[in-house]
């Protein structure tokens, strides 16, 4: 599939996320790393890895999601968004590849052999624009038992939600906020955060959801309720939220760090909503899955790391209660 149109006036549209750039010749897109080029949609870091890291599944985040393995985690260069509070901003805001590393899809698949990765992650910028990359190295991954995951902004467009189904099994989505004018104004995106929830998870994919939590952005208790209720409502109670710590970063260094206190708030939003799995994340506190029926602790994690783990095949040993996540 090549994820662009052709239009009748020699320009084409980009159809991997859902700014949909229409695109002279020569023009690259908002992400910086699309460009037509003689009416052809070509991705300018197909196969050009700006970091390729082992990491543990949990902190991606994933807690419903083959817990205690490793991902093979990649990103290149390049963003759909402009998030003045990116962690990882000297690679995701900016579109210079001359730092990359050349890679193919079966190199990055034999080297998830190599280091016994369960998955391969697609994560650190938004692999949304560098799809057509992360899907031939997903179907390669796929035909040697490794799973496929996102960690995404949740932009991508509903012709790679679609193409999505059977090649990537899991999503961890960014919602940053309910605000459709500060996705426009300050990130520099189309709120349709909440549709491609809902298409994923309709779709089949395992989908869990971060909030960061940002001092005077979005830390109301009427925002991260109205979040929480989304979650709850539109994809399941069983839906894993973390709600993480900000940290001052690139635009927003001079900002004040999440306290304790407002994730502790955000926490107490998600359970009036009734969810049943919120965890904390960037504190290094300990996060611990409990069965939603009998309130047993089921999962306990420090950190990054499984503490110990009683689920039986994704049941509770206690109560029999079937815990949602991909287990095995």
């Known amino acids: ?16 996320c859902s700014h949909y750039c229409k695109l002279k010749d020569g023009q690259v897109g908002v992400c910086g790393v699309n460009r ?8 300018l870091v197909d196969g050009n890895i ?26 290149t260069v390049g963003c759909n968004m402009k998030c003045p509070f990116c962690q990882n ?46 899907r031939k190295t997903a179907m390669l991954a796929k035909q040697h038992g490794i799973r496929n995951l996102f960690v995404t902004n949740g932009i991508m467009s509903a012709e790679v939600i679609e193409d999505m189904k059977g090649i990537i099994d899991a999503c961890n989505v960014d ?34 959801v971060t909030t960061l939590v940002i001092p005077n952005v979005n830390d109301s208790e009427e925002e991260l309720g109205a979040i929480a209720l989304f979650i709850a409502n539109e994809l399941g109670p069983q839906t894993p939220w973390h709600v993480n710590a900000f940290r001052p970063d690139y635009k927003m260094k001079d900002s004040l760090p999440t306290s304790p206190v407002l994730l502790l708030r955000a926490e107490e939003a998600g359970r009036k909503a009734g969810l049943k799995h919120i965890y ?12 939603p029926h009998c309130g047993a602790e089921l999962i306990k994690r420090h950190g990054y790391y499984i503490v110990s783990n009683q689920l039986q095949n994704g049941y509770c040993p206690y109560c029999n209660t079937k815990i949602e996540g991909i287990w095995q």
């Not at 650190?124 to 992360?134: K, S, V």
């Not at 500060?182 to 955060?193: D, G, H, M, N, Q």
Request: proline letters at 5%.
């Open 50 to 75: 700006a970091a390729l890291h082992v990491d543990p599944i949990e902190k991606k985040p994933l807690y419903h999601f083959l817990p205690g393995t490793t991902a093979l985690s990649l990103g």
């Open 175 to 208: 919602f940053k906020s309910n605000n459709e004018e500060y996705y426009r104004k300050v990130l520099k995106a189309p709120f349709t955060v909440k549709e491609n929830l809902k298409r994923l998870k309709k779709n089949g994919l395992w989908v869990e």
């Open 36 to 43: 037509n080029t003689d009416g052809e949609l070509r991705n």
């Open 280 to 291: 904390v994340g960037n504190l290094g506190l300990e996060n611990i899955t409990y069965c």
């Open 89 to 134: 901003w000297h690679i995701s805001q900016t579109n210079n590849i001359k730092n990359s590393t050349r890679v193919t899809p079966e190199e990055i698949v034999n080297a998830a052999l190599r280091h016994q990765t369960a998955s391969i992650a697609y994560t650190y910028n938004e692999p949304t624009i560098f799809y057509p990359f992360a």
């Open 1 to 16: 599939m090549d994820f662009y149109r052709k239009n009748g006036d020699g320009t084409i549209t980009c159809l991997l």
